[in-house]
């Protein structure tokens, strides 16, 4: 493999993303250059659709061990195109970077996957076991349409997978300098508090909802703080108030409601049940009269280690000289759909410092170890 071709066969494929403006869960016809590429390479497209969003899955043979990619073609809006060194969607190498809209998150890694499977390919048409692809168009909105529909359609079939390698921007300053095989959950609770309203003149601090609201949350932030002290070697688990709404247009009473907002991002090990039970305990004991709302928009998973984790270390550690920490911290990813699939699973991608800002941009020579790192990967585990 010739670093020159690599470098240009990626770039070519990234800019050509790039310049479609597939702001989520429009594809804007991203994907089809990608199965126009697969095409060529023998696999099979199963097109799966579901409302606005584009989903396929790529098949290349279907001997095990199964190895899949998966990716999103959508981006986040640009924000301030003002603010943009270059249009956002006109993709402009300079200084050794290539800016755009989903550089790194991720049409950049898309295309390093395509390019690392057209090299493996050719140089090893015998391989052992299969390849395939798990694209979607909606990861960056609700991803109520995307990755989630992929999973059902397998488990429909009957189709496992052995291996998934997912390519979000997991580096934080080198690439490959940290992978993940798992992420936190996130849970939300909507509080709403009733009280009598007073005059302030004639109420207490007892009659007001607000302190009581201030001690509760506090609260909850030791228990969490607590709750980390027995998960230290994992994430942590992070409590953060989203909202407090009084509702209150007058200056002399106290408020007559007060909705409170907060959000848990937790690992694993804490079971969303532990952390509901602990914190309605809590205000229980403050004989209040509320209404609590909880929404769990994502559970915690962790992916079982093994040969894919130890291949994705060997890689990395070949091309990039380190060796990459195991850091599952961060918002969620399609991985928790994945993982009900039984794979193992490892988020390998560009480094994450420019995504969903503007003037993201990925260094060239990334891209090219990027289809390395995938090139090598792929060798070891079906050759
Ligand atoms: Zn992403």
Not at 121 to 131: D, R, V
Not at 135 to 159: H, M, P, R, W
Request: glycine share 6%; with cysteine; charged share 15%.
């Amino acid at each position: 493999m010739n670093n020159l071709n690599i470098l240009n066969s990626v770039l070519f494929l990234a800019k050509n993303l790039i310049k479609k403006k597939s702001i989520s869960p429009i594809d804007n016809g991203c994907q089809k250059i990608l199965i126009n590429r697969l095409n060529k390479l023998g696999f099979t497209i199963e097109l799966i659709p579901s409302k606005r969003t584009s989903n396929f899955i790529a098949w290349h043979g279907n001997k095990e061990p199964t190895l899949a990619f998966s990716g999103h073609t959508d981006v986040v809006g640009p924000g301030n195109i003002c603010n943009w060194h270059f249009n956002p969607f006109n993709p402009t190498i300079y200084n050794g970077m290539l800016y755009g809209r989903g550089s790194v998150d991720m049409k950049g890694a898309l295309s390093a996957m395509i390019v690392a499977t057209e090299y493996f390919l050719k140089y090893n048409p015998n391989h052992l076991g299969s390849l395939l692809f798990l694209i979607t168009s909606d990861e960056e909105s609700e991803a109520t349409n995307g990755t989630i529909k992929i999973v059902n359609k397998l488990i429909n079939i009957n189709k496992s997978i052995d291996y998934c390698i997912i390519g979000e921007p997991s580096s934080n300053y080198k690439l490959g300098d940290n992978i993940k095989n798992g992420r936190r959950g996130s849970l939300t609770c909507n509080l709403t508090i009733y009280s009598n309203q007073k005059h302030i003149a004639y109420s207490s601090i007892l009659t007001n909802p607000i302190y009581q609201i201030i001690d509760i949350i506090y609260q909850i932030s030791k228990i969490i703080e607590n709750l980390n002290l027995l998960h230290f070697m994992l994430p942590p688990t992070t409590f953060q108030v989203i909202n407090i709404n009084t509702k209150n247009n007058y200056i002399n009473t106290t408020p007559k409601e007060i909705l409170v907002q907060f959000n848990f991002r937790f690992n694993y090990k804490l079971k969303v049940s532990v952390i509901k039970d602990k914190v309605e305990s809590l205000i229980n004991k403050y004989h209040l009269n509320y209404k609590i709302n909880w929404i769990t928009s994502s559970n915690a998973f962790i992916s079982q280690t093994g040969k894919l984790l130890d291949t994705v270390k060997e890689a990395i550690n070949f091309y990039q000289g380190i060796i990459p920490n195991i850091n599952n911290s961060g918002g969620t990813s399609d991985g928790r759909f994945i993982n009900k699939l039984g794979a193992q699973i490892v988020e390998l991608g560009l480094v994450n410092e420019t995504i969903h800002r503007e003037n993201e941009c990925v260094s060239i020579i990334d891209l090219q170890q990027l289809v390395k790192i995938y090139y090598r990967i792929i060798k070891n585990l079906l050759t």
